[in-house]
């Protein structure tokens, strides 16, 4: 039992289409690949190039004859359809589908997801094997979406369940966040070249000129490397 | 100003690349769509080939010479890059990306996404120009991603911010989930059956048992249909 869900492609035609799936599998970390009954039959030259190599790398690939053979192993299966059937069954989302996914892997569960043909989906035969739906919602005045394309969105919310990337970073490169401290004595030099050159026709306006100013820099976030250049631009226009 | 975020691709190679790059844009309903300085041409044969007709039925496909004209009418533009460069930026995820285009587009903002090249990915020059960067946490072991999946991926993540369905949904189909009483009703005939024909060895366990069996049904949920097949499997065996 892998750590990630099962991809189980019913009945497939093209198998560039299998090979396009297994690279979508592998660039969102998944390798468990079953395949029922592929028309084209398998091994597949075709699947191998399409795979960009994810067949050889990771994505490990078997044929099952029938669709209960396939999820026999496993505690959790999601059938994929474009549009709601006249069955009884729970239906999500693709984000929530994969969280309760990462739930029941982390609780030891195997979980699989089921795709069927290109054009035809799966038949209501396989749905009723499935313990829950997945419809992802889409355009609907365009929503055919290939094979690939919709194991690749469900492989992805998958592989964000359990990835840790902070929502938001600020990359700074080699240089650091600048301080108050920095950004003040910047600001402090500009307002004296601004004095000097006699920017402040009334002094009046001045108090509100320099919280202008020292706000417009403040609310942004600058790095020492951002300051330094700022400190060099004005430099140049001091000197002249 | 479309309500979506633009897509721009910056020197795309294939046409049909761009084909599908157009398909996966309406199919999470985006539309607006900007090609600068296409290697091969524009308009293309091949791209409107495979766009599946989303270049006919929704995506406005036009030229630029410049990144920097491509964006010069938006008030927030994200680049995406397989790793961080080494330049001071924001860097977001691709989900959180979208929540912050969804946020800015309906405070009346202009939203757009910078896409590179096949393989070579966006220049540092039209990375600086961007105001943050967007990074999609892959497989480090196998990144690679096509252009159209790439923007799958960012186009998905901005349709379901403003997508209101629901996270789970119990689908029924023609009939209603099953009340209390109606699996009361089951349980009871399943019970008496049970009893009469001498299922209950010793009476001392009877209550034990009778408790198991009635939260072995309660815990899930049926509907009507279900308690009526349930009904007739057990009129079934009485009978016998």
């Not at 950004?183 to 919280?211: A, C, H, W, Y």
């Not at 300051?227 to 004005?234: E, P, R, S």
Request: glycine content about 8%; charged content about 20%; hydrophobic content about 40%.
């Amino acid at each position: 039992m892998t750590h990630t869900p099962a991809i189980i492609l019913v009945a497939p035609q093209l198998g560039e289409n299998i090979g396009m799936v297994a690279r979508a599998m592998l660039n969102c970390g998944l390798t468990d690949l079953r395949i029922v009954n592929p028309r084209d039959g398998w091994p597949s030259d075709h699947a191998n190039r399409a795979s960009s190599g994810a067949l050889e790398k990771g994505v490990i690939a078997r044929v099952f004859d029938t669709t209960a053979d396939a999820v026999s192993d496993l505690h959790f299966t999601l059938a994929t359809t474009a549009r709601p059937r006249d069955m009884i069954k729970d239906v999500y989302t693709a984000t929530s589908a994969m969280e309760t996914a990462h739930a029941k892997i982390t609780d030891g569960q195997g979980v699989g997801v089921l795709f069927g043909a290109e054009r035809t989906g799966l038949e209501n035969e396989d749905i009723a094997l499935a313990s829950a739906i997945i419809t992802i919602p889409l355009n609907p005045d365009f929503s055919s979406l290939n094979l690939a394309q919709a194991v690749l969105l469900v492989a992805y919310e998958f592989m964000i369940q359990g990835d840790k990337t902070p929502d938001k970073q600020f990359m700074t490169g080699k240089t650091d966040i600048a301080s108050a401290d920095t950004i003040d004595q910047f600001t402090g030099r500009l307002i004296d070249g601004l004095s000097d050159n006699g920017f402040f026709k009334s002094p009046d306006m001045r108090p509100t000129v320099e919280r202008n100013l020292i706000n417009l820099f403040a609310r942004q976030t600058w790095t020492d490397q951002d300051i330094k250049t700022l400190q060099g631009v004005l430099s140049s226009f001091i000197k002249k």
